[in-house]
């Protein structure tokens, strides 16, 4: 099984739905992150949390609001999805050395 | 504003050849420089990663080497096999990346047999 698992995988929605990719991690890692792929921008940072009650905007948090629901799940939702939000988004975790793990990403397509 | 700075955006290296990759960055505060590799279909992986006190860092066929004074740093992968293409991310971040990283555009590389 994957250490960071994201669901769902892909999912297509309309423009003004309200969406939600969920992530959970078995790592025990506090710090997970929510990144951004877009193809020639490289990965982005959305959101990060440290902890349950820690967390913190990124490079890119507009349009975008996350919950941590307990140590081991992160959660990215778009309120109102819009089509320049298609993109691949990836979830991950960091160890106390800082490496960062990275889901195998959800592909989000707003049409 | 792109802190971190990356090329080429592709390229194509022979079998046995040495791929170059190269960064720059803006931020005097980043401290630690970690690079990517990500295979269709995955998500980017650790492959090497060198903080600003070393000039040089050095994994199997992977080697960091880093320039303080310029800004820059570069992924050197000797030998390059078929089995290295994938695209490549450099990365940079302030407090060793507890805040997340910055990261590079992506260098797409192929390795022809």
């Known amino acids: 099984d994957a250490d960071v698992t994201q669901t769902p995988r892909n999912r297509i929605t309309k423009t003004g739905k309200r969406i939600m990719l969920e992530c959970s991690q078995t790592?025990?890692?506090?710090?997970m992150y929510w990144y951004r792929q877009d193809p020639g921008l490289g990965l982005r940072l959305i959101y990060y949390?440290?902890?349950?009650?820690?967390?913190n905007k990124g490079e890119i948090s507009d349009g975008y609001s996350v919950s941590r629901q307990a140590q081991a799940k992160f959660s990215l939702s778009l309120e109102s999805a819009i089509p320049n939000q298609t993109a691949l988004y990836f979830c991950?975790?960091?160890?106390?050395?800082?490496?960062?793990?990275f889901g195998e990403g959800s592909w989000l397509t707003v049409v | 504003q792109q802190q971190v700075k990356q090329s080429p955006q592709s390229l194509i290296v022979q079998k046995g050849g040495i791929s170059i990759i190269n960064c720059a960055y803006e931020n005097t505060a980043f401290d630690y420089f970690p690079w990517y590799q990500q295979f269709p279909g995955k998500g980017p992986a650790l492959l090497i990663a060198?903080?600003?006190?070393?000039s040089e860092k050095k994994e199997g066929r992977f080697t960091i080497s880093f320039n303080k004074s310029a800004k820059q740093f570069s992924l050197h992968i000797m030998d390059s096999q078929p089995g290295d293409s994938a695209t490549y991310f450099c990365a940079a971040s302030i407090r060793g990346g507890a805040d997340g990283l910055t990261f590079g555009k992506g260098t797409h590389l192929i390795i022809q047999p």
């Open positions: 949390s440290f902890d349950v009650k820690d967390i």
């Open positions: 991950a975790t960091s160890d106390p050395l800082n490496t960062i793990y």
């Open positions: 790592k025990g890692h506090d710090r």
């Open positions: 060198i903080r600003p006190d070393v």
